[in-house]
């Protein structure tokens, strides 16, 4: 007997869908039979991504957003309805790392630029699909924050601090909305072979693998496999929390 899919016909919005952890999202999202909004910079080449998920059998559409600019994440919200006249599922994935620096001689500009996509940019979002949730009667929001959500990351701090914001509008979603049958968690996790990594020396990376007790870093994969349980019914009770994908660096 087939196993019944997790995300049947539900609506699904990935914002930094077009690559790394997003992308894998999408990926699984469309295997357990959603209909997938991959949401991503209007520049990127997306094409590969949207035959990829079409391969997968899954109704599928890009749409252009700068989670920077609220103009475009409204627009972003809107099509995905004019399209599929709903949603069910937001995933807040896209995000930017930053330089190492010491506190005392941050650039303000940079401070700004990592706040703004990483921590204004997921409330900007939140906002539109919690309007849309609240027309529907309900909905589910994942919101991607990393280890350093809980834990410095020593120099990366507007990073730092925009991860642990999310970890905080995350549990506000959950006490403002949970009798309006809307839920939000957010996932935590340590290093993850992305594009994200792309400039990190092979020396970083092994001290990294050298202190996870797994002694690797994670995969997309991985972390899609958490995405799905918290986009889906098999998480119903789970609210306002975050799921920690770190090999045991936290222990
Ligand atoms: N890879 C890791 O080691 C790691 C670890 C912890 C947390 N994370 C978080 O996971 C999320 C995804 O990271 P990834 O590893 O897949 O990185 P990635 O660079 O592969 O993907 C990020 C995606 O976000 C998009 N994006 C960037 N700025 C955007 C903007 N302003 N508006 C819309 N889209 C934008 C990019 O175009 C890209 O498609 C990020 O929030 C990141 O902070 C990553």
């Given at each position: 007997?087939?196993?019944?899919?997790?995300?049947?016909?539900?609506?699904?919005?990935?914002?930094?869908?077009?690559?790394?952890?997003?992308?894998?999202?999408?990926?699984?999202?469309?295997?357990?039979?959603?209909?997938?909004?991959?949401?991503?910079?209007?520049?990127?080449?997306?094409?590969?991504?949207?035959?990829?998920?079409?391969?997968?059998?899954?109704?599928?559409?890009?749409?252009?957003?700068?989670?920077?600019?609220?103009?475009?994440?409204?627009?972003?919200?809107?099509?995905?309805?004019?399209?599929?006249?709903?949603?069910?599922?937001?995933?807040?994935?896209?995000?930017?790392?930053?330089?190492?620096?010491?506190?005392?001689?941050?650039?303000?500009?940079?401070?700004?630029?990592?706040?703004?996509?990483?921590?204004?940019?997921?409330?900007?979002?939140?906002?539109?699909?919690?309007?849309?949730?609240?027309?529907?009667?309900?909905?589910?929001?994942?919101?991607?924050?990393?280890?350093?959500?809980?834990?410095?990351?020593?120099?990366?701090?507007?990073?730092?601090?925009?991860?642990?914001?999310?970890?905080?509008?995350?549990?506000?979603?959950?006490?403002?909305?949970?009798?309006?049958?809307?839920?939000?968690?957010?996932?935590?996790?340590?290093?993850?072979?992305?594009?994200?990594?792309?400039?990190?020396?092979?020396?970083?990376?092994?001290?990294?693998?050298e202190l996870s007790p797994m002694k690797r870093l994670g995969k997309p994969e991985e972390v899609a496999n958490a995405f799905i349980y918290l986009a889906s019914d098999d998480s119903s009770y789970c609210n306002g929390t975050q799921i920690i994908l770190d090999g045991g660096v936290m222990c």
């Amino acid at each position: 007997m087939l196993k019944p899919r997790k995300l049947e016909n539900k609506v699904v919005f990935i914002t930094g869908g077009n690559s790394g952890i997003g992308q894998a999202c999408a990926f699984e999202a469309a295997r357990e039979g959603a209909k997938v909004v991959v949401a991503d910079l209007p520049n990127s080449e997306h094409q590969g991504t949207i035959n990829a998920l079409e391969l997968l059998g899954a109704a599928c559409l890009f749409v252009p957003i700068d989670v920077s600019d609220v103009e475009s994440v409204k627009n972003a919200i809107i099509t995905t309805v004019a399209e599929f006249g709903r949603l069910d599922v937001a995933l807040n994935n896209a995000g930017i790392g930053g330089p190492y620096s010491g506190i005392h001689d941050m650039d303000e500009q940079e401070w700004e630029k990592i706040i703004k996509v990483n921590l204004t940019g997921q409330f900007y979002c939140i906002k539109y699909e919690l309007q849309q949730f609240l027309k529907q009667g309900g909905g589910v929001i994942v919101n991607m924050s990393s280890l350093a959500g809980l834990k410095a990351e020593r120099g990366l701090v507007p990073y730092t601090a925009a991860k642990h914001g999310v970890l905080g509008i995350t549990k506000n979603i959950a006490v403002q909305y949970g009798e309006q049958q809307i839920r939000a968690n957010a996932i935590c996790p340590y290093y993850i072979e992305t594009p994200f990594l792309k400039g990190v020396s092979q020396d970083n990376k092994h001290i990294w693998e050298e202190l996870s007790p797994m002694k690797r870093l994670g995969k997309p994969e991985e972390v899609a496999n958490a995405f799905i349980y918290l986009a889906s019914d098999d998480s119903s009770y789970c609210n306002g929390t975050q799921i920690i994908l770190d090999g045991g660096v936290m222990c």
